[in-house]
């Protein structure tokens, strides 16, 4: 891959998240900066229109490739070290590309939020991708990074603090300000189509070992009704995205060869407060979730819609993930983002994700991994350093 042209296509670089990729690498990584990248997309005439918009440098490469055109995939990820797709729902509009990236040796990142895609992948590619070279990895947006670093990081804690990893760690929401994203949507939208029209997949989208093949853990729970959180003296509610950061954070165990034990259990839920009133709030957000679910709301943004900059710099969200020894000893950390979690920090996260790969862990070897289990401590120091990420120890 040395004679390649790039080092990192940003591909569907007209939609609403991959123009905000697209601008992050024109602002941070100027000429001079030593990153040669590209944009790609569909229509030439809105990929011009978008590198003006953008301001990035009137000389950016523009490549025209299409999802449906396997032909024109192929170009694309023959010109360059890395892709960055930002097209989905992936179970959509992905398959071609990873196929192609794991041919040719090229390494691929998106944000993926899709398990039962993503298992699909697995088994069809990963062979290929160790063959060629290429690294392929999912989710590298806030469905998983902040989530799996946060566990890895807890966990790197306990294990200064007691002596060992645990076997329990537990996520907590204590704080989100901003949307998800319009794919997430659209990609939840998705498997439940494909669920519907096959049933047999009902008990993989259940299963929170999905993403660990040849594995099964112990059972975990399943955190879709409210429940009262004894250790923090808080009712909690389900969290829309623990269906696919809990499978992430398996993976990610599975992949560093169990650094949590084989017994690991895992859950996240979102805070909502203490008596009466944050049991009536944890209802609330059932509530809320089933609407959406059903599609009564019609809230969200639409797929290539997002919010406003204003509403992107002013969101943030504050996770608290807490490590529990057999003994009842606990070790508590917080993983915060500046910036909307679907957009503004996902952005930030993808971009340093490539930058991370391709310059301070090369030697991650070839397959398809998770972020945190691929580039674990250096990863994090990359986030601090430039996405707005903060990592603390909080006892």
């Known amino acids: 891959m040395s004679s390649s042209k790039f080092d990192i296509i940003v591909y569907g670089a007209t939609g609403f998240t991959g123009q905000l990729v697209a601008e992050y690498l024109a602002a941070h990584y100027k000429a001079g900066s030593g990153l040669k990248w590209a944009m790609a997309g569909r229509s030439k005439d809105k990929l011009a229109a978008v590198r003006d918009a953008i301001g990035a440098p009137a000389d950016t490469a523009l490549i ?3 999802g449906g055109d396997p032909a024109s995939l192929k170009a ?6 890395l892709i960055i797709t930002t097209v989905g729902p992936y179970q959509l509009y992905g398959s071609d590309l990873v196929a192609a990236c794991a041919a040719s040796g090229t390494d691929y990142l998106d944000l993926c939020g ?3 895609w993503m298992r699909k992948m697995i088994d069809a590619h990963e062979a290929a991708a160790k063959a060629s070279g290429a690294r392929i990895l999912f989710s590298c947006g806030f469905d998983s990074i902040p989530f799996e670093l946060g566990v890895y990081f807890v966990q790197q804690a306990a294990k200064q603090a007691l002596g060992a990893t645990v076997s329990r760690v537990k996520t907590r929401v204590r704080d989100m300000k901003g949307t998800f994203s319009g794919g997430t949507a659209a990609s939840a939208r998705a498997t439940f189509a494909a669920v519907a029209s096959d049933l047999s997949l009902v008990s993989m989208v259940q299963d929170p070992f999905v993403l660990t093949p040849g594995f099964d853990g112990p059972k975990q729970p399943r955190g879709n009704k409210p429940v009262m959180d004894e250790d923090l003296g808080s009712w909690t509610a389900p969290f829309v ?4 950061n809990t499978r992430n954070v398996h993976r ?3 992949l560093m060869d169990f650094p949590y034990g084989k017994d690991f259990v895992y859950d996240e839920m979102i805070l909502t407060g203490p008596g009466e009133q944050g049991e009536a709030n944890a209802r609330k957000v059932v509530a809320a979730v089933n609407a959406e679910r059903m599609g009564a709301s019609g809230g969200g943004p639409k797929p290539g819609e997002g919010p406003s900059k204003e509403e992107q710099e002013n969101g943030m969200y504050d996770l608290l993930f807490v490590a529990i020894a057999p003994d009842g000893r606990q070790v508590r950390a917080a993983v915060k983002g500046d910036r909307d979690p679907g957009y503004g920090s996902t952005s930030k996260m993808i971009a340093e994700c490539a930058i991370c790969l391709l310059r301070d862990a090369p030697d991650v070897p070839a397959g ?3 972020p945190g289990a691929a580039m674990g401590d250096k990863l994090i120091k990359r986030l601090v350093d430039h996405a707005g990420l903060t990592f603390t120890v909080e006892n």
């Open 64 to 66: 025209v490739a299409d």
């Open 114 to 116: 899709e398990p039962l």
């Open 368 to 370: 398809i991994w998770t």
């Open 76 to 81: 694309m990820v023959d010109q360059t070290k």
């Open 241 to 244: 995205m623990a269906s696919i």
């Open 252 to 254: 990610s165990n599975m």
